[in-house]
């Protein structure tokens, strides 16, 4: 059993948002220049802008941190004028979630190593945003006696798609002790967890001190925390990061450590990973459409559950269903609901070809 500290004192969490990801199941909208992240999605904010706000519901702005590349960071500082350059957390290349949060601990942890670090994705859908605030304090009170917590959403669908936590022990609070973590479940197992009450969808929403993960590093992931830990200069951490094999938290600490312990959600919670999300969050028609089409006019005859987005041109659809349609200044993309998975595979060939790499 590890030995507790004296907490720190401020109930304001240091707010690490994950924005690294490249997004390429929001293809053609996402983009390498402008991935999802700095799109507008599901609102007339993008989903960095959408976090960001949320973040500020439990902290302040100084306190906020965006972990990213380089590259991204510049393109975030022309398009969110609220977020300022020493706002980032900078990984030389993306590594998986593991890498970037030791480095975010490294460099936060020299001058707030007992504060609270509470974790966030840029491509989650959280409403209301008074129910998260709450959630989240319930966080910072077990992290500060030295856990690791874990947001835990109760699920609403047999969905293969998502992490489970299968609960234990339940705190008066409601907050849960961690039997053990189910990869992303068959569909069979799946409905099997939906019909029992103590498993969770693991909504990658974390909180710990930074000197607890500083720790639970050293103890179970030693190759990550040490290359970044004696890296002494920014040259040295690229070479770190190149040869570091990369790895998601959930697998690198969560299911290794014993401070774990889970805090349910008491909001609505989606995970923004595809188009095929948007019908759980945006409302659909009669005909189960969804028209995120900005100022342009969705004209649907006999057409059902398709999801269309187009800024500029009306879309018609006659008779066709479950279709994802989307337009932008220089593609037309067009994918039915079963295939509209394999948009990875179809991008990586587009790579291959040089003409149509303006269009990435």
Not at 70 to 98: C, S
Not at 119 to 132: G, K, M, N, W
Not at 214 to 242: R, S, Y
Not at 311 to 327: P, Q, R, S
Request: proline share 5%; with cysteine; aromatic share 8%.
């Amino acid at each position: 059993m590890w030995k507790s500290k004296k907490p720190n004192k401020s109930n304001k969490p240091l707010v690490i948002i994950m924005a690294g990801g490249k997004g390429e199941r929001f293809w053609p909208r996402s983009t390498r220049a402008l991935p999802k992240q700095l799109q507008r999605v599901y609102s007339d904010q993008t989903l960095l802008d959408e976090t960001w706000d949320r973040a500020l519901s439990v902290t302040t702005a100084d306190r906020i941190f965006v972990g990213c590349n380089a590259t991204l960071r510049d393109a975030i500082l022309k398009t969110h004028k609220q977020i300022k350059k020493n706002n980032f957390i900078i990984e030389p290349e993306g590594k998986n979630t593991a890498p970037i949060l030791a480095l975010a601990a490294h460099q936060l942890n020299k001058n707030f190593p007992e504060d609270v670090q509470l974790i966030l994705s840029a491509d989650h859908y959280i409403q209301p945003v008074e129910e998260f605030a709450a959630t989240v304090q319930k966080m910072v009170h077990w992290a500060m006696q030295d856990r690791i917590i874990t947001i835990g959403v109760p699920p609403i669908r047999p969905d293969t798609g998502y992490g489970y936590i299968e609960a234990g022990e339940k705190h008066s609070d409601g907050a849960c002790e961690i039997l053990s973590f189910k990869e992303k479940p068959s569909e069979a197992l799946a409905k099997e967890f939906l019909g029992k009450s103590n498993f969770f969808w693991n909504a990658g929403i974390f909180a710990w001190k930074g000197r607890v993960i500083q720790e639970e590093f050293e103890i179970h992931a030693p190759e990550i925390w040490g290359p970044i830990a004696t890296a002494k200069n920014d040259n040295a951490l690229k070479v770190a990061f190149q040869d570091m094999q990369g790895s998601p938290i959930d697998i690198a600490i969560l299911e290794k450590s014993k401070r774990v312990m889970m805090v349910p959600a008491s909001f609505q919670w989606d995970d923004v990973g595809s188009w095929m999300s948007l019908p759980r969050i945006l409302k659909a028609d009669e005909a189960g459409n969804v028209n995120v089409s900005g100022n342009a006019i969705l004209q649907a005859t006999g057409a059902e559950r398709n999801i269309v987005l187009s800024n500029k041109k009306l879309v018609a659809l006659l008779g066709v269903k479950d279709l994802i349609v989307v337009e932008t200044d220089d593609v037309i993309f067009v994918s039915d609901e079963k295939s509209v998975g394999k948009i990875k595979e179809m991008l990586a060939g587009m790579h291959k070809n040089s003409s149509l790499h303006e269009h990435l």
